[in-house]
């Protein structure tokens, strides 16, 4: 519940007049030294911090105790600023708010300071929280280019004889000033209620007393508002609030209070009779409860307001959304549906790059299974090696290689003119390959028995061979004929496109439903910006719609490209006018002053409709959306069927059995006519 409540007081005194101590008091509030933790009280520090301390003070503490020893015995060390910051915000929140009221006040530019945030339960409401914060601040104004120390810091400020400042810092006036105040409780309100809006709350505090904000709303005409502002404020009961049997008794008569109200059979002049028979004391804490059960009902008042406008601000906002949906819904309805040589090109390229990828996926897939074939001289030695393993081929190819090694050595044995030792070591060379030939024979030998022992299975294998390969040439002949349809399609549609493009303009229009005979302000410039969104000016009775982009200067003339409003539409096209256009001192910033015809025309429909993305909104729209996609759909596949069975290369006459610009009935032409006649 947003609360406004703003202290600005000097130096605590006791009751007995004599001042509170100053380092007590900052201990107490930034709950440090014998306040650091307090038994049967709530933890509430949540926040602290000091700044501009001078050099000479180690920490916070030292300067509030050097200030209270240097204060004279009636004087003031500190002045305290009180705050209640905001439970619908968060502490960090809280504390940008704390920091911009101090550079705002000058405090936290200008002088030492303490604060501190606590934040606890609500005395007299457990569902809400009280946050709020003690500033302590040193009223002498810091010169920073005078440093001063201990002794000097707090002495009296005055100017010798040329002038200059001697002693200590001035002490500012203005924070216990009236006006001073004024401005800093107006400050705080604002900077509050800036805050909540910036966070999109619809709430605020303020700074004015409870008859004033009243006053205020009945010179507003808000006088609803006004009555729930009638009502005696709360009295402040000082420490009183903080004894258990003074809550205890204040909760005691809000159930009270609370009763009444509820009692039917209980009177206004009943509960007076009843307060007034009370001490003073009493009194205010019926006051005070009174107040506070007050606030509950009007907190609860302003939420059911909230709530209930809210829920008309939702209703209203459906209605809108659904009223605007319709009317798109009824724009895009009204919109002509038409199919042109570029769209028909575009699904014929989209169609050839579809096959061409349909050919590559199944090329790339044949030329997988092309490895899955085994060659017919690979199958009998690929069944050997997987019956009987692979030594028999190791050992026909060492033999291979031995055989390669020995006749050399042979032919090098019956050569002349060597050495005893020469023809010694050819010999026992030659005796070892022997020896190794003589072990691979065995080997061999013993390999053969073995592949005779296995024929049967050997040749099962080699059958499973011809099986496997006879499979894969029936899936190889499949896709080969699957690559050649797809390359087949792939080059018609990319010869019919070419052929298109070659002979038909893009812009050429093949179909159209509900193109309009004349320039509406609902027609779409080249199907992109509608008329109305152009800049339309009057010219000798007629309405121009500018629909090139302007650039004008002050005292020239410029030119630029116009539709004539109400002007005929022939196969999708209208007349290009030429306008002079000078600026002029009218909210329209421009007048026409000449027009010229021209042989050019311009298209009132898209170029290409198949780009055309979906566009936001709501069901109607996207319904009408859908049922337009659909009808292009239809056509376009109608042409390009049109364009794939065409052999004779009648391009332009794929469409002209509904052509709504051949013929025109009496009706169309008294409405063309009417539309010529439009004017500003």
Same mark, same amino acid.
């Given at each position: ?13 006791? #009751? ?69 910051? %905001? ?6 929140? &809280?504390?940008?708010?704390?920091? /911009? ?103 605020? +505090? ?8 009243? =006053?205020? @709303?009945?010179? %507003? ?15 402040? @009961? ?139 001289? &690979? ?16 050992? +026909? ?18 050569? @002349? ?45 080699? $059958? #499973?061979?011809?099986?496997?390969? /006879? ?7 499949? $896709?080969?004929? %699957? ?107 421009? =007048? ?52 794939? =069975? ?18 025109? &009935? ?5 409405? /063309? ?8």
């Amino acid at each position: 519940m947003a609360l406004y409540y703003f202290s600005n007081t000097p130096h605590a005194t006791r #009751a007995d007049g004599t001042k509170v101590n100053t380092v007590a008091h900052y201990e107490y509030i930034c709950r440090e030294g014998s306040y650091a933790n307090m038994k049967g009280r709530e933890e509430d520090l949540v926040f602290s911090r000091s700044g501009n301390m001078p050099d000479w003070a180690a920490h916070a503490g030292q300067f509030w105790q050097t200030a209270e020893e240097k204060r004279q015995a009636n004087g003031r060390a500190y002045r305290e600023i009180r705050l209640a910051l %905001q439970e619908e915000l968060s502490l960090s929140d &809280n504390i940008a708010l704390v920091e /911009e009221f101090l550079d705002r006040t000058g405090i936290g530019k200008r002088h030492a300071f303490s604060y501190a945030v606590h934040d606890k339960t609500a005395a007299f409401d457990k569902d809400h929280r009280n946050i709020h914060v003690h500033i302590m601040f040193c009223e002498k104004t810091i010169e920073k280019d005078r440093p001063l120390g201990q002794e000097m810091y707090f002495k009296h400020y005055y100017l010798d004889q040329q002038g200059n400042p001697c002693a200590g810092y001035r002490a500012d006036r203005y924070y216990q000033s009236v006006q001073g105040t004024r401005a800093m409780r107006k400050l705080w309100a604002d900077m509050v209620n800036a805050r909540f809006k910036a966070a999109g709350m619809e709430i605020s +505090v303020s700074e004015k007393s409870l008859q004033a904000q009243r =006053d205020d @709303l009945i010179e %507003q005409g808000r006088h609803d508002e006004a009555a729930l502002l009638d009502r005696i404020p709360a009295p402040h @009961l000082g420490d009183a609030y903080r004894n258990p049997k003074t809550i205890e008794k204040i909760r005691e008569r809000e159930r009270e209070i609370e009763s009444q109200c509820d009692d039917p059979t209980c009177t206004t002049d009943e509960m007076d009779e009843t307060d007034q028979q009370d001490s003073i004391a009493e009194q205010k804490i019926v006051m005070f409860a009174t107040d506070a059960v007050l606030r509950k009902v009007i907190a609860e008042i302003r939420r059911e307001q909230e709530r209930i406008r809210r829920e008309e601000i939702r209703e209203r906002e459906a209605f809108i959304a659904e009223a605007l949906d319709e009317r798109a819904a009824e724009e895009l309805e009204a919109q002509p549906v038409t199919v042109t040589a570029a769209d028909v090109y575009d699904a014929l390229m989209e169609k050839k790059e579809a096959f061409a990828q349909k050919e590559a996926r199944h090329l790339a897939e044949y030329k997988q299974l092309q490895k899955q074939m085994v060659a017919k001289d &690979n199958m009998w030695p690929m069944a050997i090696e997987k019956v009987i393993g692979k030594g028999y081929w190791n050992t +026909v190819r060492q033999r291979k290689r031995l055989e390669e090694q020995i006749q050399p050595v042979a032919d090098e044995y019956y050569k @002349l003119a060597r050495t005893r030792q020469e023809n010694e070591a050819l010999r026992t060379q030659y005796a070892q390959l022997i020896r190794r030939k003589q072990a691979l024979e065995a080997d061999f030998q013993r390999y053969q028995g073995e592949i005779q022992a296995n024929r049967e299975a050997i040749e099962q294998v080699v $059958l #499973a061979f011809k099986q496997s390969n /006879e499979q894969v040439l029936n899936q190889g002949k499949k $896709l080969y004929r %699957q690559i050649m349809i797809a390359r087949k399609q792939k080059k018609l549609f990319a010869g019919k496109a070419e052929e298109l493009k070659k002979n038909v303009p893009m812009d050429h229009l093949y179909y159209c439903d509900s193109l309009h005979n004349v320039v509406l302000r609902s027609s779409q410039v080249e199907g992109k910006k509608a008329v109305k969104d152009c800049p339309i000016r009057a010219y000798e009775g007629r309405a121009y719609a500018v629909i090139d982009d302007l650039k004008l200067e002050q005292g020239k003339a410029a030119q630029a490209g116009a539709v004539m409003i109400g002007d005929t539409v022939k196969k999708g096209q209208v007349r290009l006018y030429m306008v002079t256009v000078q600026p002029a001192d009218h909210p329209q910033g421009f =007048d026409i002053t000449a027009v010229e015809k021209t042989d050019g025309t311009v298209r009132m429909y898209g170029i290409r409709q198949r780009k055309t993305a979906m566009e936001p909104g709501g069901k109607a729209a996207r319904n009408a959306q859908l049922k337009r996609r659909a009808e292009f759909t239809d056509k376009l596949e109608h042409m390009l069927q049109k364009a794939v =069975d065409d052999t004779k290369a009648r391009y332009h006459a794929w469409w002209d059995d509904s052509d709504p610009y051949q013929k025109k &009935n009496e009706a169309e032409r008294v409405e /063309e006519e009417m539309y010529k006649g439009w004017s500003l």
